[in-house]
């Protein structure tokens, strides 16, 4: 049965993508096609007609649409609170300069594919976060899970609540072991980092009280809740004016002729060279919470559009403003020098300078993370956060894991970023737009639910007949744009994945 749009449904402008204005021909269907529109009254602009799956799987009353959309409700549901523009440029720079930005010099011998590879990888990222983003404008979601939670249990019905739980549930673990994997890989590359170091100073192994220490000290500042407290705001802005600083001593260095690369993550594993370090770069995860949390209120239809495009201005400037800043290192990598001696002052700061970004990137992937589930009872009798202690416990021994363990975890951690950010978007555009049923825009010709009469047709400049061109207009204007995402999508995002899964899948056999 049709519904009428109200204010807390979706807007019709976001639901025309690649859908013809069209009318309900079926002979069930109670507005049965005329030649001419019918004069209603003012409340019967447009009407929605969600798919079969919709009404099957998601019947929710009036009450629970009021308070799904109610503004305070969508503001307490954020997954990251109301950010300034600056708070959400920061987010969206930060990852760009870290683990991979930092292994870049590492294995490039021709400048020409270096900056392919670089300005390749900028571009796609550019283009997956657009996705990311123009999906959850779409389906009015704040995070990934909620999108890939639309998209597998679209057809599960409501009825089967355990089964669609479990989905959930295993969501949110894949995300959040990402980004255990993640802070482990860091915190473990800030240890190869300055280990040789200690080892000049102190005779004996430290690498178990460096772990301990470098763990300890960011356990400091990774304790909030959220990314809006300020020494997690501050120890982001840090990270990325020390991997400036640790660029340009790099740069310095290669200059003065005793350059010399920091030893990080001494377990690279089989996937790990130039390319990948690139594309590793380049890989985000916050993209959706964060453009919900830009404006820090639903969307109204007046803000709408400007919201969205200072969004999508903020991500390629940043994205623009991470490739000038890994620039250096990959011109200064295609031309190596002899390397200089690691007692040199120059080198020993260039060892500290490079674990110190990756040591500052952790509390903001730990914050981000859901805490490790704790029961009631050992809640009201400890003070203590126990969830985010024991997620950083399992930060800590995961990176002292042994190299042939470490190297298998920096894999699937590789694997599981790229597939996040590259193919992960295309696939979940593809499944929406061209396997689910697009939501219909029609004109009605009768009210529902009341008797039929005769209405005498509608003068040529009605408003339904006016809105009904609107929409036409709105839906040619759009048209160009959703061709150029979806080109992007089958000629770029996708093949460019499934290539690059051929390969590692090659990689971790051994047959290339």
Same mark, same amino acid.
């Given at each position: ?73 969508? !503001? +307490?549901? &954020? *997954?990251?609170?109301? =950010?300034?523009? /600056?708070?959400? @440029?920061?987010?969206? #720079? %930060? ?113 178990? !009280? +460096?772990? &301990? *220490?470098?763990?300890? =000290?960011?356990? /400091?500042?990774? @304790?909030?809740?959220? #990314? %809006? ?284």
């Amino acid at each position: 049965m049709a519904q009428a749009i109200s204010s807390n449904r979706r807007s019709s402008f976001d639901s025309l993508a690649g859908s013809p204005i069209t009318s309900p021909t079926s002979p069930a269907s109670p507005y049965s096609p005329i030649d001419s529109i019918s004069v209603l009254d003012s409340s019967s602009a447009l009407v929605l007609l969600p798919s079969q799956d919709d009404e099957d799987s998601f019947e929710f009353s009036s009450d629970e649409e009021h308070d799904e959309h109610d503004p305070q409700l969508e !503001i +307490a549901k &954020l *997954a990251i609170p109301p =950010l300034p523009a /600056v708070s959400v @440029f920061l987010y969206l #720079l %930060a990852p760009y300069l870290r683990l991979g930005a930092i292994l870049v010099p590492n294995g490039i011998t021709s400048l020409k594919f270096g900056l392919v590879n670089l300005f390749v990888a900028a571009a796609l990222s550019v283009f997956s976060r657009n996705l990311w983003f123009l999906l959850a404008r779409y389906l009015r979601k704040s995070t990934v899970e909620d999108i890939f939670f639309e998209v597998i249990a679209k057809g599960i019905s409501r009825a089967k609540r355990r089964r669609r739980e479990r989905i959930r549930r295993l969501l949110f673990c894949v995300t959040g072991s990402l980004r255990i994997l993640m802070t482990s890989m860091y915190l473990r590359a800030s240890v190869d980092s300055i280990y040789p170091l200690l080892l000049e100073v102190l005779p004996v192994q430290t690498r178990l !009280i +460096a772990t &301990l *220490a470098l763990g300890l =000290l960011i356990s /400091v500042v990774s @304790f909030p809740k959220s #990314l %809006a407290a300020k020494q997690v705001i501050c120890t982001t802005w840090l990270s990325i004016i020390l991997y400036t600083v640790w660029s340009a001593a790099a740069l310095y260095n290669h200059m003065a002729g005793t350059a010399m690369p920091s030893p990080v993550l001494v377990q690279h594993g089989v996937l790990w060279n130039s390319t990948t370090s690139i594309a590793f770069a380049f890989a985000t995860s916050l993209t959706v919470p964060l453009s919900a949390s830009l404006a820090g209120r639903p969307s109204t239809l007046s803000n709408k559009t400007g919201r969205g495009t200072y969004f999508q201005t903020l991500s390629i400037l940043s994205t623009i403003i991470a490739t000038l800043l890994i620039l250096p290192s990959i011109l200064t990598a295609s031309s190596p020098n002899v390397p200089g001696a690691l007692s040199d002052t120059r080198n020993i700061l260039l060892h500290v300078l490079g674990s110190s970004p990756l040591l500052l990137s952790i509390p903001t992937v730990l914050v981000s993370t859901p805490p490790l589930p704790v029961p009631l009872a050992v809640r009201r009798v400890c003070k203590l956060d126990l969830g985010k202690t024991a997620l950083i416990l399992v930060v800590v021994l995961l990176s002292l894991a042994p190299t042939s363990m470490a190297a298998s975890l920096n894999d699937l951690t590789l694997l599981l970023a790229l597939g996040g950010t590259y193919f992960l978007p295309a696939w979940a555009h593809v499944t929406i737009h061209y396997f689910r049923r697009p939501i219909s825009i029609v004109i009605p010709h009768s009210v529902p639910n009341t008797p039929q009469t005769v209405h005498s047709p509608s003068p040529p400049h009605s408003p339904d007949a006016l809105l009904q061109r609107k929409e036409r207009l709105l839906q040619r204007r759009r048209l160009g744009r959703r061709v150029l995402w979806d080109v992007g999508v089958w000629l770029l995002l996708l093949p460019i994945s499934v290539f690059g899964m051929v390969w590692a899948g090659g990689r971790l056999v051994g047959k290339w």
